[in-house]
């Protein structure tokens, strides 16, 4: 039988450990667990959040009123497709990193550009999780799971998900639980070494592999973000934004170093991170207890005791300079709950 607890702290489930109580909270393993919890939300009338890694994510002080369903529906199977594809089953509930080495290690390509993101399966599956020139939905076929509001399982191929920059239908929707993400990965390594930091690191090295790869993402994260088992942190906090080529063109007239990457078709990518550090010089700054990393400028950190009310009001003052100083909207990548 599920157990479902009473007043349970939410901010040991999340990385930045920050956030109140849960009325109720509850693990599930498996559909049925799952079924019966929303069974139990239903006849209490109670509102549904559900919890995975807790790695991209801030609760609020006052913690959730309703149930939190801590997401752990694991399992993981290779399958292969032909002579140069092997598809991947990964269980939401699978910590992600975990599944990436795996990948590597049966030196299947794909997913090595990704390690070392924390969290699980399922959220990276939600956030359309990036790095190093690479994103999920490069290598998602589909993604099935639950919908919250009628109870039905839904399978999704990677056109229905409306996989975007950091978002995706799953983002937009949250009655929708993942329970599965199914990837193809190649058995011959089709190398993505393009990343600027990754390129320079590389571009030495006589044989790249693809434990190579991950090595050298680990490295340069280990560098550049805090560890988030040593520090409270949900990581980059903020989108990076996407603005007109003519307001790239503006910018550059001033901030002549400022990087970019094609988007689409007259637009571009700017890193925030570049802004906040040379532009704003917010390295080390802070606001009570939630400050800016100094080694990065886009991580928001817990300095020791944050509230999730000073996460936001750090989060509103950064992005105020950023409007006042170079007239651009900045979005949060974290997500919110109250």
């Known amino acids: 039988m599920l157990e479902i607890k009473e007043n349970i702290e939410l901010s040991k489930f999340t990385t930045f450990r920050i956030g ?41 002080d006052s913690g959730f009123s309703g149930l939190a369903i801590k997401n752990e529906i694991k399992g993981i199977k290779f399958v292969d497709k032909d002579q140069d594809k092997v598809i991947l089953e990964a269980g939401a509930g699978e910590v992600w990193d975990e599944v990436v080495a795996l990948a590597v290690t049966r030196n299947l390509s794909g997913l090595e550009n990704l390690s070392g993101i924390p969290g699980s399966v399922g959220g990276a ?7 190093y ?20 399982k839904f399978s999704f191929p990677k056109a229905e998900c409306k996989y975007a920059y950091r978002d995706s239908v799953f983002k937009q929707n949250k009655k929708l639980l993942i329970t599965r993400v199914i990837f193809e990965l190649n058995k011959r390594p089709n190398l993505n070494i393009e990343y600027a930091s990754l390129k320079s690191r590389l571009g030495d090295v006589q ?11 680990l490295q340069i994260r280990s560098e550049k973000l805090p560890d988030w088992h040593k520090v409270g942190t ?68 817990n300095l020791g005791k944050a509230t999730a009310r000073e996460v936001v009001e750090l989060s509103t003052h950064i992005k105020k300079l950023v409007k006042e100083k170079i007239g651009i909207d900045v979005s949060e990548e974290v997500e919110f709950v109250k």
Do not use: M
Not at 34 to 46: D, I, M, P, Q, S
Not at 125 to 131: E, R
Not at 136 to 151: H, M, P, Q, R, Y
Not at 207 to 217: N, W
């Open 20 to 60: 109140g109580k849960a009325r109720y909270f509850t693990i599930i393993k498996n559909e049925e667990d799952l079924r019966e919890a929303l069974a139990f939300a239903k006849t209490r009338k109670l509102p549904v959040f559900v919890l995975g890694g807790g790695s991209n994510l801030l609760i609020s």
């Open 125 to 131: 599956a939600v956030q359309n999780a990036g790095a």
């Open 133 to 152: 020139g690479c994103e999920l939905k490069d290598c998602a076929v589909s993604v099935e799971g639950f919908n919250l509001t009628n109870g039905k």
């Open 207 to 217: 044989e790249i592999t693809l434990q190579k790869i991950r090595d050298t993402v």
């Open 234 to 301: 949900a990581g980059s906090f903020f989108q990076n934004p996407i603005i007109t080529d003519k307001k790239y063109q503006e910018l550059i007239l001033t901030y002549k170093d400022l990087p970019s990457f094609p988007n689409k078709k007259g637009l571009v990518k700017i890193p925030i991170a570049w802004i906040l550090d040379h532009v704003l010089n917010l390295k080390g700054f802070s606001l009570g207890q939630a400050g800016i990393h100094k080694e990065h400028a886009l991580a928001i950190i």
